[in-house]
């Protein structure tokens, strides 16, 4: 049972534009929400996290949008450059076990 | 290196054959885990070492799976009787506690025929 459901599977977005991931939770004892970053032939990298006492966390051009009440979270990528071509997972633990999504491919055309 | 090394970094066996993959983690690091991916999918959690005992095994599919860290640093994955379903890319983490901020190899590519 996959406790973490994203979406979309996919994307391509334009060089400047937005990049938005949404991730949804139900295990309710989940405490931390890591968003990794892989790119093909590598290990996933952790980009940005969050922990549920905030609504909203940014880094640079990555914002994590956090939304208790619906146990749903999301990855806002600004300014999406080439760079960002990758796949990006977001996960939730409330221990050392992550739980991750199935990951989103995200394409950016120059 | 810095980072987590993992070897070798491609395996292809035959089917019932027996293998071992090897994690070095970051030097320092007292908790790793082991975590498979399948194609097009996120990684599922296997098994998670703190120091030298296996404190939770509960992701291992079977009994062909078993992980070691006999000296609380370098670990082996050792899969038995390996099976096609078994193909997946093998990733090993570690991290200073039993945070998420966890710090990913490049991965074992396994692939049985």
């Known amino acids: 049972q996959q406790q973490v459901k994203q979406s979309p599977q996919s994307l391509i977005v334009q060089k400047g534009g937005i990049s938005i991931i949404n991730c949804a939770y139900e295990?309710?004892?989940?405490?931390?929400f890591p968003w990794y970053q892989q790119f093909p032939g590598k290990g996933p990298a952790l980009l940005i996290a969050i922990r549920p006492d905030v609504s909203e966390k940014k880094e640079g051009r990555f914002t994590i949008s956090f939304n208790k009440s619906a146990k749903q979270f999301s990855l806002h990528i600004m300014d999406s450059q080439p760079g960002d071509s990758a796949t990006y997972f977001c996960?939730?633990?409330?221990?050392?076990?992550?739980?991750f999504g199935a990951g989103t491919t995200v394409t950016v055309r120059a | 290196g810095a980072g987590v090394s993992q070897t070798p970094s491609n395996k292809v066996t035959e089917k019932g054959k027996y293998v071992e993959l090897r994690c070095d983690p970051i030097?320092?690091?007292?908790?790793l885990y082991w975590y498979r991916q399948s194609l097009g999918q996120g990684p599922e959690f296997l098994i998670y070492f703190q120091g030298t005992g296996a404190a939770d095994d509960s992701g291992l599919p079977n009994d062909r799976f078993f992980a070691v860290r006999p000296e609380g640093s370098v670990s082996t994955l050792k899969i038995q009787r390996t099976e096609r379903g078994d193909s997946a890319v093998y990733l090993c983490?570690?991290?200073?506690?039993?945070?998420?901020?966890?710090?990913f190899g490049e991965g074992s590519r396994l692939t049985v025929l």
């Open positions: 996960a939730a633990t409330h221990d050392y076990k992550l739980s």
């Open positions: 030097s320092g690091h007292t908790a």
């Open positions: 295990n309710t004892a989940f405490d931390y």
């Open positions: 983490a570690s991290s200073f506690t039993n945070t998420g901020e966890l710090f």
